[in-house]
């Protein structure tokens, strides 16, 4: 029997292993875990993470090998007797005091987190970033800077039904829009978020901030970015048709770079992937790309 | 009434009327058991159309408003036309036998309550039909987003209201039959574990049921009748729907696992050879988690904008879940070590349970830390952590269930072979479909989306073409069925060595009624 | 059927369940439609009502009469009770939800939208001139400036007639036990008259409101509680005087013994619910 359960189970991971192999798909990524992030939070809540997921991971590892254990000892087949014992007070006291300190102890560092998490005081800067079905728009408080920011144009055609386009061959394939949000490297950034109409959410992995943005309501959020480079989220609550068309894309630049765009200098190029100086021939002829 | 004879001799009445008019907790039981497959059968089409379109990047097959339409339909009809449906009729079956009682207490309303649910899913079913398609807001209906439904969505609401009055009369019904039906001498410490977690279910079904009907009734009068609940210009808050609906949605969820445990209870002492380890503490455990259910459900929103002290409480009640149901999952172990065990399909399914159940209470364990649960809320973490309590949770518990309890339904024993089978593509399958689903939702894949980033397509393809074969393994459950009720073998009352209780003491076939003078219990 | 005494009565099958359904059936239908513009709703939903009211009929008069034949033995007199209790507890909890809605707008809600808690840019940039306050009908002033309706007038008056009402309903209650049927029926009639004399005065109220206090369903979250708090308790009012009729009826026709009279003991513990239940709005909607 024991051995009789061992080729079902080896079965399945050689199927999930050949599955993974097989499937054609050249920019797999096969990605296992999170995104270890570049804000000055990320670090701490991806080690919470980690840690709590090889918490989790070995008592189940744990439990599976005592279950297996019991399958391999105690076979009716193998002419054991059954046992007549029925409780053991002692047993129901350790399995409920262990669990206990292990979640008390999950959840110290957790609330830590949370209190970090929550603390928007000092931000330098605030943002405005407001949810419409189907596109966040952005308002620099202070700044005159406002601007809508959509699904960018080939993204759109590409998702369109019997479009004819194949979507790997789309750089960013629903992840990229039409105007990013540009923010300075280093520097705690607010932002405020609320809705016109319906619950958004918006997200953005690497930045390890995801907050509902609620109609007549503004929720807080902060963070601050200690690299360069273009991140890519996309709205987290469903928020009807076109809810899975909605990315969101920020680009961390230095602080020379970011005035330059706040001047109206830089600009964002969809095509381009990048910053382009206003001035350049466009590489993109995107519009505005409405669902 | 001209069937208003003696019901006291084993005479079943015949016809279509039977069907119908029918009081007796058997047939109440069977039209509840057979209906549930049937939704089965209804959702999980719709999640293999779901799975279809998420095969590759890129629309395909469905527009995105039908995909969300699929959703929501989908989940609604697994929740509240399968499981829930599938262990009222359990109860309705099982409970009067197991506690040595002739029928349910109150077998009309009993009738009510199965014939409201066909009334209900054609409701709801319907919409797809109606100008702007079928509820697309997902399962938990928020507003704002729910209000623009179409012509479906006073459907949708009075659906809700019919199967939340359904299954409020069940429950009462399970209720009293618990506490006044008992044979003499059947205290409550001697109930069998299924009957105990039926009771504590019951009292959930009661105090949430009618929460979910005020809930929806607000929407229904904030889009119809302009009041503002959910709208902030007139001082409501979108939030509030989803404070009334957690409230009823988290001690839903177990609603649908509780008399699973209690399954799983019967199941595993019966092939162990060894009674229930630790009977009072399983009981405790069981109610601790009912109760603990009632004050932990805006885990469900943490990214909505609490503040602070809310999210702290709401974390830790949530992880104090983990302790009792811990001592469920040890108390089994313990039952299966050092007994006499075999593996016929009931034991598989529950082990299956057991060890799945524990991969999706782990991941639910992690949900509740606040600071993580930022990264996995709305992702497809979270799609594998409840669909690891509810598929190989809740659904094996039923599957094993039907298995261990078929020879006393039909009086023969099913095909064997094909309930081994049936158990092994599952179990292998129901992995390929939502294990790799931790790993799109940890690397961003939002839930919800009919078309993803092209980083998440392998993983999607390795769980739909796990769906496909989880769902094309289902079809075996129904050959198993039916090789019982045409069946070869005869089945002794005492259908397994080690089964106890007294459902096991009448014969196989169960009499029409079940006890009619109640048997001594000592 | 003649065993009631020893073993437990399983009632035969019966089409009043599935009539019921249908009942149900053809009331949402017609609903739905009606709310969706169709002309036939009301139509349909009339049907449904037709239906529903038959089953109810039907219903309850198999059951009087095969209780009135002395087949409910003392056990299932047990289950209709307990039966009847948690019933009344699911209304409970059904209230809860609409006194959660309140509870949590006058706490959490308007505070908020107000500024406070986290919430200080909600009111900075959203609501800039709004204060929280209650009552309110929120920030955009929905439905239009209203008068609410104070407690010291009818509403207090409305609860010494609910409380009135439940004395003389446990007074009835105590001559059908002791068997003095005459009181039993004339305190049973007083006790409904309350209660229809309190509708009155509710219906009266609501009247007051829409045409002189602008006080709608319409103005915002204040009207909103306050309508669906108020206006479900009086449709179990209406409910639950309707029954008491009903009980009334059946004592002048001599039904109910001094120790098995099940029906009116439910409908005493309905009414003594929809007592409490106004307790709770006369405190937390009109006064506090
Ligand atoms: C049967 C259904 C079921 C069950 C049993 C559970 C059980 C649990 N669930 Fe789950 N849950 C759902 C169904 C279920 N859930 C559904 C449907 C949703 C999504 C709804 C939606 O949004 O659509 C959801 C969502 C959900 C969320 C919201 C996530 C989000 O949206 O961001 C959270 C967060 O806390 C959560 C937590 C938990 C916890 C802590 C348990 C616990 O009960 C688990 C306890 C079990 C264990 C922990 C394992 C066994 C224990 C041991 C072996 C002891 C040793 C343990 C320790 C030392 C810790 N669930
Ligand atoms: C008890 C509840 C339950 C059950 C049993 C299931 C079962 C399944 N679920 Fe479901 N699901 C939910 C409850 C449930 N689900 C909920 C609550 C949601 C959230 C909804 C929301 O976000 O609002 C959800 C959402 C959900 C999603 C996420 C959608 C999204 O966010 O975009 C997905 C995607 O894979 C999915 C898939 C499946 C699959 C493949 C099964 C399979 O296990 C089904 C297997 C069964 C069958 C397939 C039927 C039987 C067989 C046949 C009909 C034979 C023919 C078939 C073939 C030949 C292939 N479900
Ligand atoms: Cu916006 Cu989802
Ligand atoms: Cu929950």
Known sequence: MFIKLCKPLAFTTILMVLTIILVPEAQAAWELDMPRGVSTLSEEIFGLHRLILIICTIICIGLFAFVFYTFATCRKSQGVKAAKFSHSTRAEIIWTIIPTLIVIGMAIPSARGIIKIEDTSGAEMSILVTGNQWKWSYDYLNEDKFFFSSLDKASYEASRRDSGIDPTTVDHYLRNVNNAMVVPVDTKIRLLLTSNDVIHAWWVPELYVKKDANPGFINEVWFEAIKTGIFRGQCAELCGRGHGFMPIVVVVETQERYEQWLAGDLKWDSTAQQLVPTNQNPTSTDTLAAL | ?522 | MAHADNSYYIPHGSHWPLTGSIGLFGIMIGASIWLNGSGIGPLVLSIGFAVLLFMIFGWFRLVINESEGGQYNSEVDTSFRMGMGWFIFSEVMFFAAFFGALFYARGIAVPWLGGDSNNFFTNELLWNNFTATWPTNGPDDLGGKFETLGPWGIPALNTAILLTSGITLTIAHHALQKGSRGILSMFLAATFILGFIFMGFQAYEYIHAYQELNLTMESGIYGSTFFLLTGFHGLHVTIGATMLVVIWLRCLRGHFKPDHHFAFEAVAWYWHFVDVVWLFLFIFVYWL
Do not use: C
């Not at chain 2, 409701?123 to 797809?128: Q, V």
């Not at chain 2, 594998?384 to 339904?409: E, N, R």
């Not at chain 2, 839930?447 to 769980?463: G, H, K, L």
């Open chain 2, 1 to 522: 009434m001209s069937d208003s004879t003696h019901d006291d001799h084993d005479t079943k009445p015949t016809g279509l009327k039977r069907w119908l008019f029918t009081t007796n907790h058997k047939d109440i039981g069977t039209l509840y058991l057979v209906t549930s497959l049937i939704m089965f059968f209804v959702g999980g089409s719709m999640a293999m159309m779901i799975r279809l379109e998420l095969f590759q990047p890129g629309l395909q097959f469905i527009d995105p408003q039908f995909f969300n339409s699929l959703v929501t339909v989908h989940a609604l009809v697994m929740v509240f036309g399968a499981v829930m449906p599938a262990f009222v009729g359990l109860a309705n079956w099982m409970i009067p036998m197991m506690i040595g009682a002739p029928d349910m207490a109150l077998p009309r309303l009993n009738n009510w309550s199965f014939w409201l649910l066909p009334f209900a899913f054609t409701l709801l079913i319907l919409t797809f039909f109606l100008p702007g398609g079928a509820p697309a807001g997902g399962w938990t209906l928020y507003p704002p987003l729910v209000l623009q439904t179409g012509d479906s969505f006073p459907f949708l609401v009075f659906a809700v209201h019919l199967l939340g009055a359904s299954s409020i009369m069940g429950a009462i019904n399970i209720i009293v039959t618990i506490m006044n039906m008992r044979a003499p001498g059947m205290t409550l410490m001697k109930m069998p574990m299924f009957v105990w977690t039926w009771l504590i279910t019951a009292y959930l079904l009661i105090a949430v049921m009618p929460v979910l009907a005020g809930a929806v009734t607000m929407l229904l009068t904030d889009r119809f009748f302009g009041t503002s609940f959910f709208n902030a210009a007139g001082g409501g808050d979108p939030v509030l729907f989803q404070h009334v609906f957690w409230f009823f949605g988290h001690p839903e969820v177990y609603i649908m696992i509780l008399p699973s445990f209690g399954v799983i209870s019967q199941i595993v002492p019966a092939f162990s050879r060894k009674p229930l380890f630790g009977f009072s503490s399983m009981v405790y455990a069981t109610a601790s988690i009912a109760f603990l259910s009632f004050i932990v459900w805006a885990h469900h929103m943490f990214t909505t904008g609490m503040p602070i002290a809310g999210q702290l409480y709401f974390m830790l009640g949530t992880m104090l879940i983990a302790i009792p149901t811990g001592v469920k999952i040890f108390n089994w172990l313990a039952t299966m070590w050092k007994g006499e065990l075999t593996f016929e399909t009931p034991m598989l399914f529950a082990i299956g349970f057991i060890l799945m159940f524990a991969i999706g209470g782990f991941s639910g364990l992690m949900m509740a830390i606040v600071p993580v649960d930022y990264q996995y809320h709305d992702t497809y973490f979270i799609v594998a952590h409840f669909h690891y309590t509810l598929v190989p949770g809740s659904v094996f518990a039923l599957m094993g269930a039907a298995y261990y309890w078929l020879p006393k339904w039909t009086g023969y024993y099913y095909n064997e072979k094909i309930g081994q089978w049936h158990f092994w593509t599952s179990a292998v399958f129901v992995n390929v479909l939502f294990f790799p689903q931790h790993f799109l939702g940890l690397a961003g894949m939002p839930r919800r989306i009919p078309d993803y980033p092209t980083q998440f397509a392998d993983f999607n393809m390795v769980s739909s073409i796990g769906g496909f074969l989880f769902g094309a393994s289902q079809l075996l459950f129904v050959w198993a069925v039916i090789s019982s009720v045409k069946g070869k073998q005869k089945a002794p009352a005492k259908a397994w060595e080690g089964a106890e209780g007294l459902e096991w003491t009448l014969p196989s076939p169960a009499p029409y009624h079940s006890f009619n003078t109640p048997p001594k219990v000592d």
